[in-house]
């Protein structure tokens, strides 16, 4: 069964102090990993796609990896306009490749 | 500017009453996808549509009904609400693949808060 897994579920961090987030699958021939962002009483919006194990993309700062079993949100210096949210996602491993898998999320919190 | 609506935003209603959430997108988008989030259980998909008249189960698809009789529409039917549909809804949408890849980057509505009592 596709299974995403993320963590941990809250985070609380002071402006400037950097850390990773997580997001563990188990899905059947990975067709890629995506990040999401979503801000309170707002949908989900697309932060990046992975396809293969080594890959990094960044925007800003946020920086993404992923492995053969996960994957990692690094934040670095973060800002309290970066708290949100965020949410990882996988293909089923069946079906469409736009039928996602959501992981329960990671809310971060940013302190002045 | 390129957007999912839905409407209505927020809905309380009661037991057995008959209600539409609506989904329009204007990105000439091919799929779209309805999908609920709840506390804990995070999001999950309830229907979907590859493209016009093309309709398919999610996760969660009892109790909801769907159609597709145009490209920029997607609503979402709750025939006979029950309280355990009390949730937020979001319907989504997204365009082919990016050479030959899916981009996963599916472009989702703000969202539509419902209560039944």
């Known amino acids: 069964e596709d299974q995403v897994t993320q963590s941990p579920e809250a985070l609380r961090l002071q402006e400037g102090e950097s850390s990773s987030l997580n997001c563990s699958y188990t899905?059947?021939?990975?067709?890629?990993l995506f990040w999401y962002r979503q801000d309170p009483g707002k949908g989900p919006e697309f932060l990046f796609t992975?396809?293969?194990a080594g890959e990094e993309k960044e925007k800003e700062r946020l920086k993404a990896t992923l492995t053969k079993k996960e994957s990692f949100l690094h934040i670095t210096a973060p800002k309290p306009e970066d708290s949100a949210t965020y949410l990882c996602a996988v293909p089923f491993s069946s079906g469409s490749a736009r039928q996602l898998t959501f992981g329960s999320g990671t809310q971060l919190t940013v302190l002045p | 500017e390129a957007q999912v609506t839905q409407n209505p935003r927020y809905l309380i209603t009661v037991t057995g009453k008959k209600l539409t959430v609506t989904c329009s997108q204007n990105m000439n988008h091919e799929y779209m996808s309805w999908y609920r989030q709840d506390p804990g259980l995070g999001l999950r998909q309830i229907y979907y549509s590859m493209n016009v008249e093309v309709t398919d189960k999610g996760d969660v698809p009892e109790g909801y009904k769907v159609s597709r009789k145009e490209k920029r529409n997607f609503p979402l039917i709750l025939e006979s609400p029950s309280p355990n549909q009390t949730s937020l809804y979001f319907c989504a949408s997204s365009s082919r693949l990016d050479r030959g890849r899916d981009t996963g980057e599916l472009f989702f509505g703000e969202g539509s808060r419902l209560t039944v009592l």
């Open positions: 899905v059947s021939g990975l067709r890629g």
């Open positions: 992975l396809y293969s």
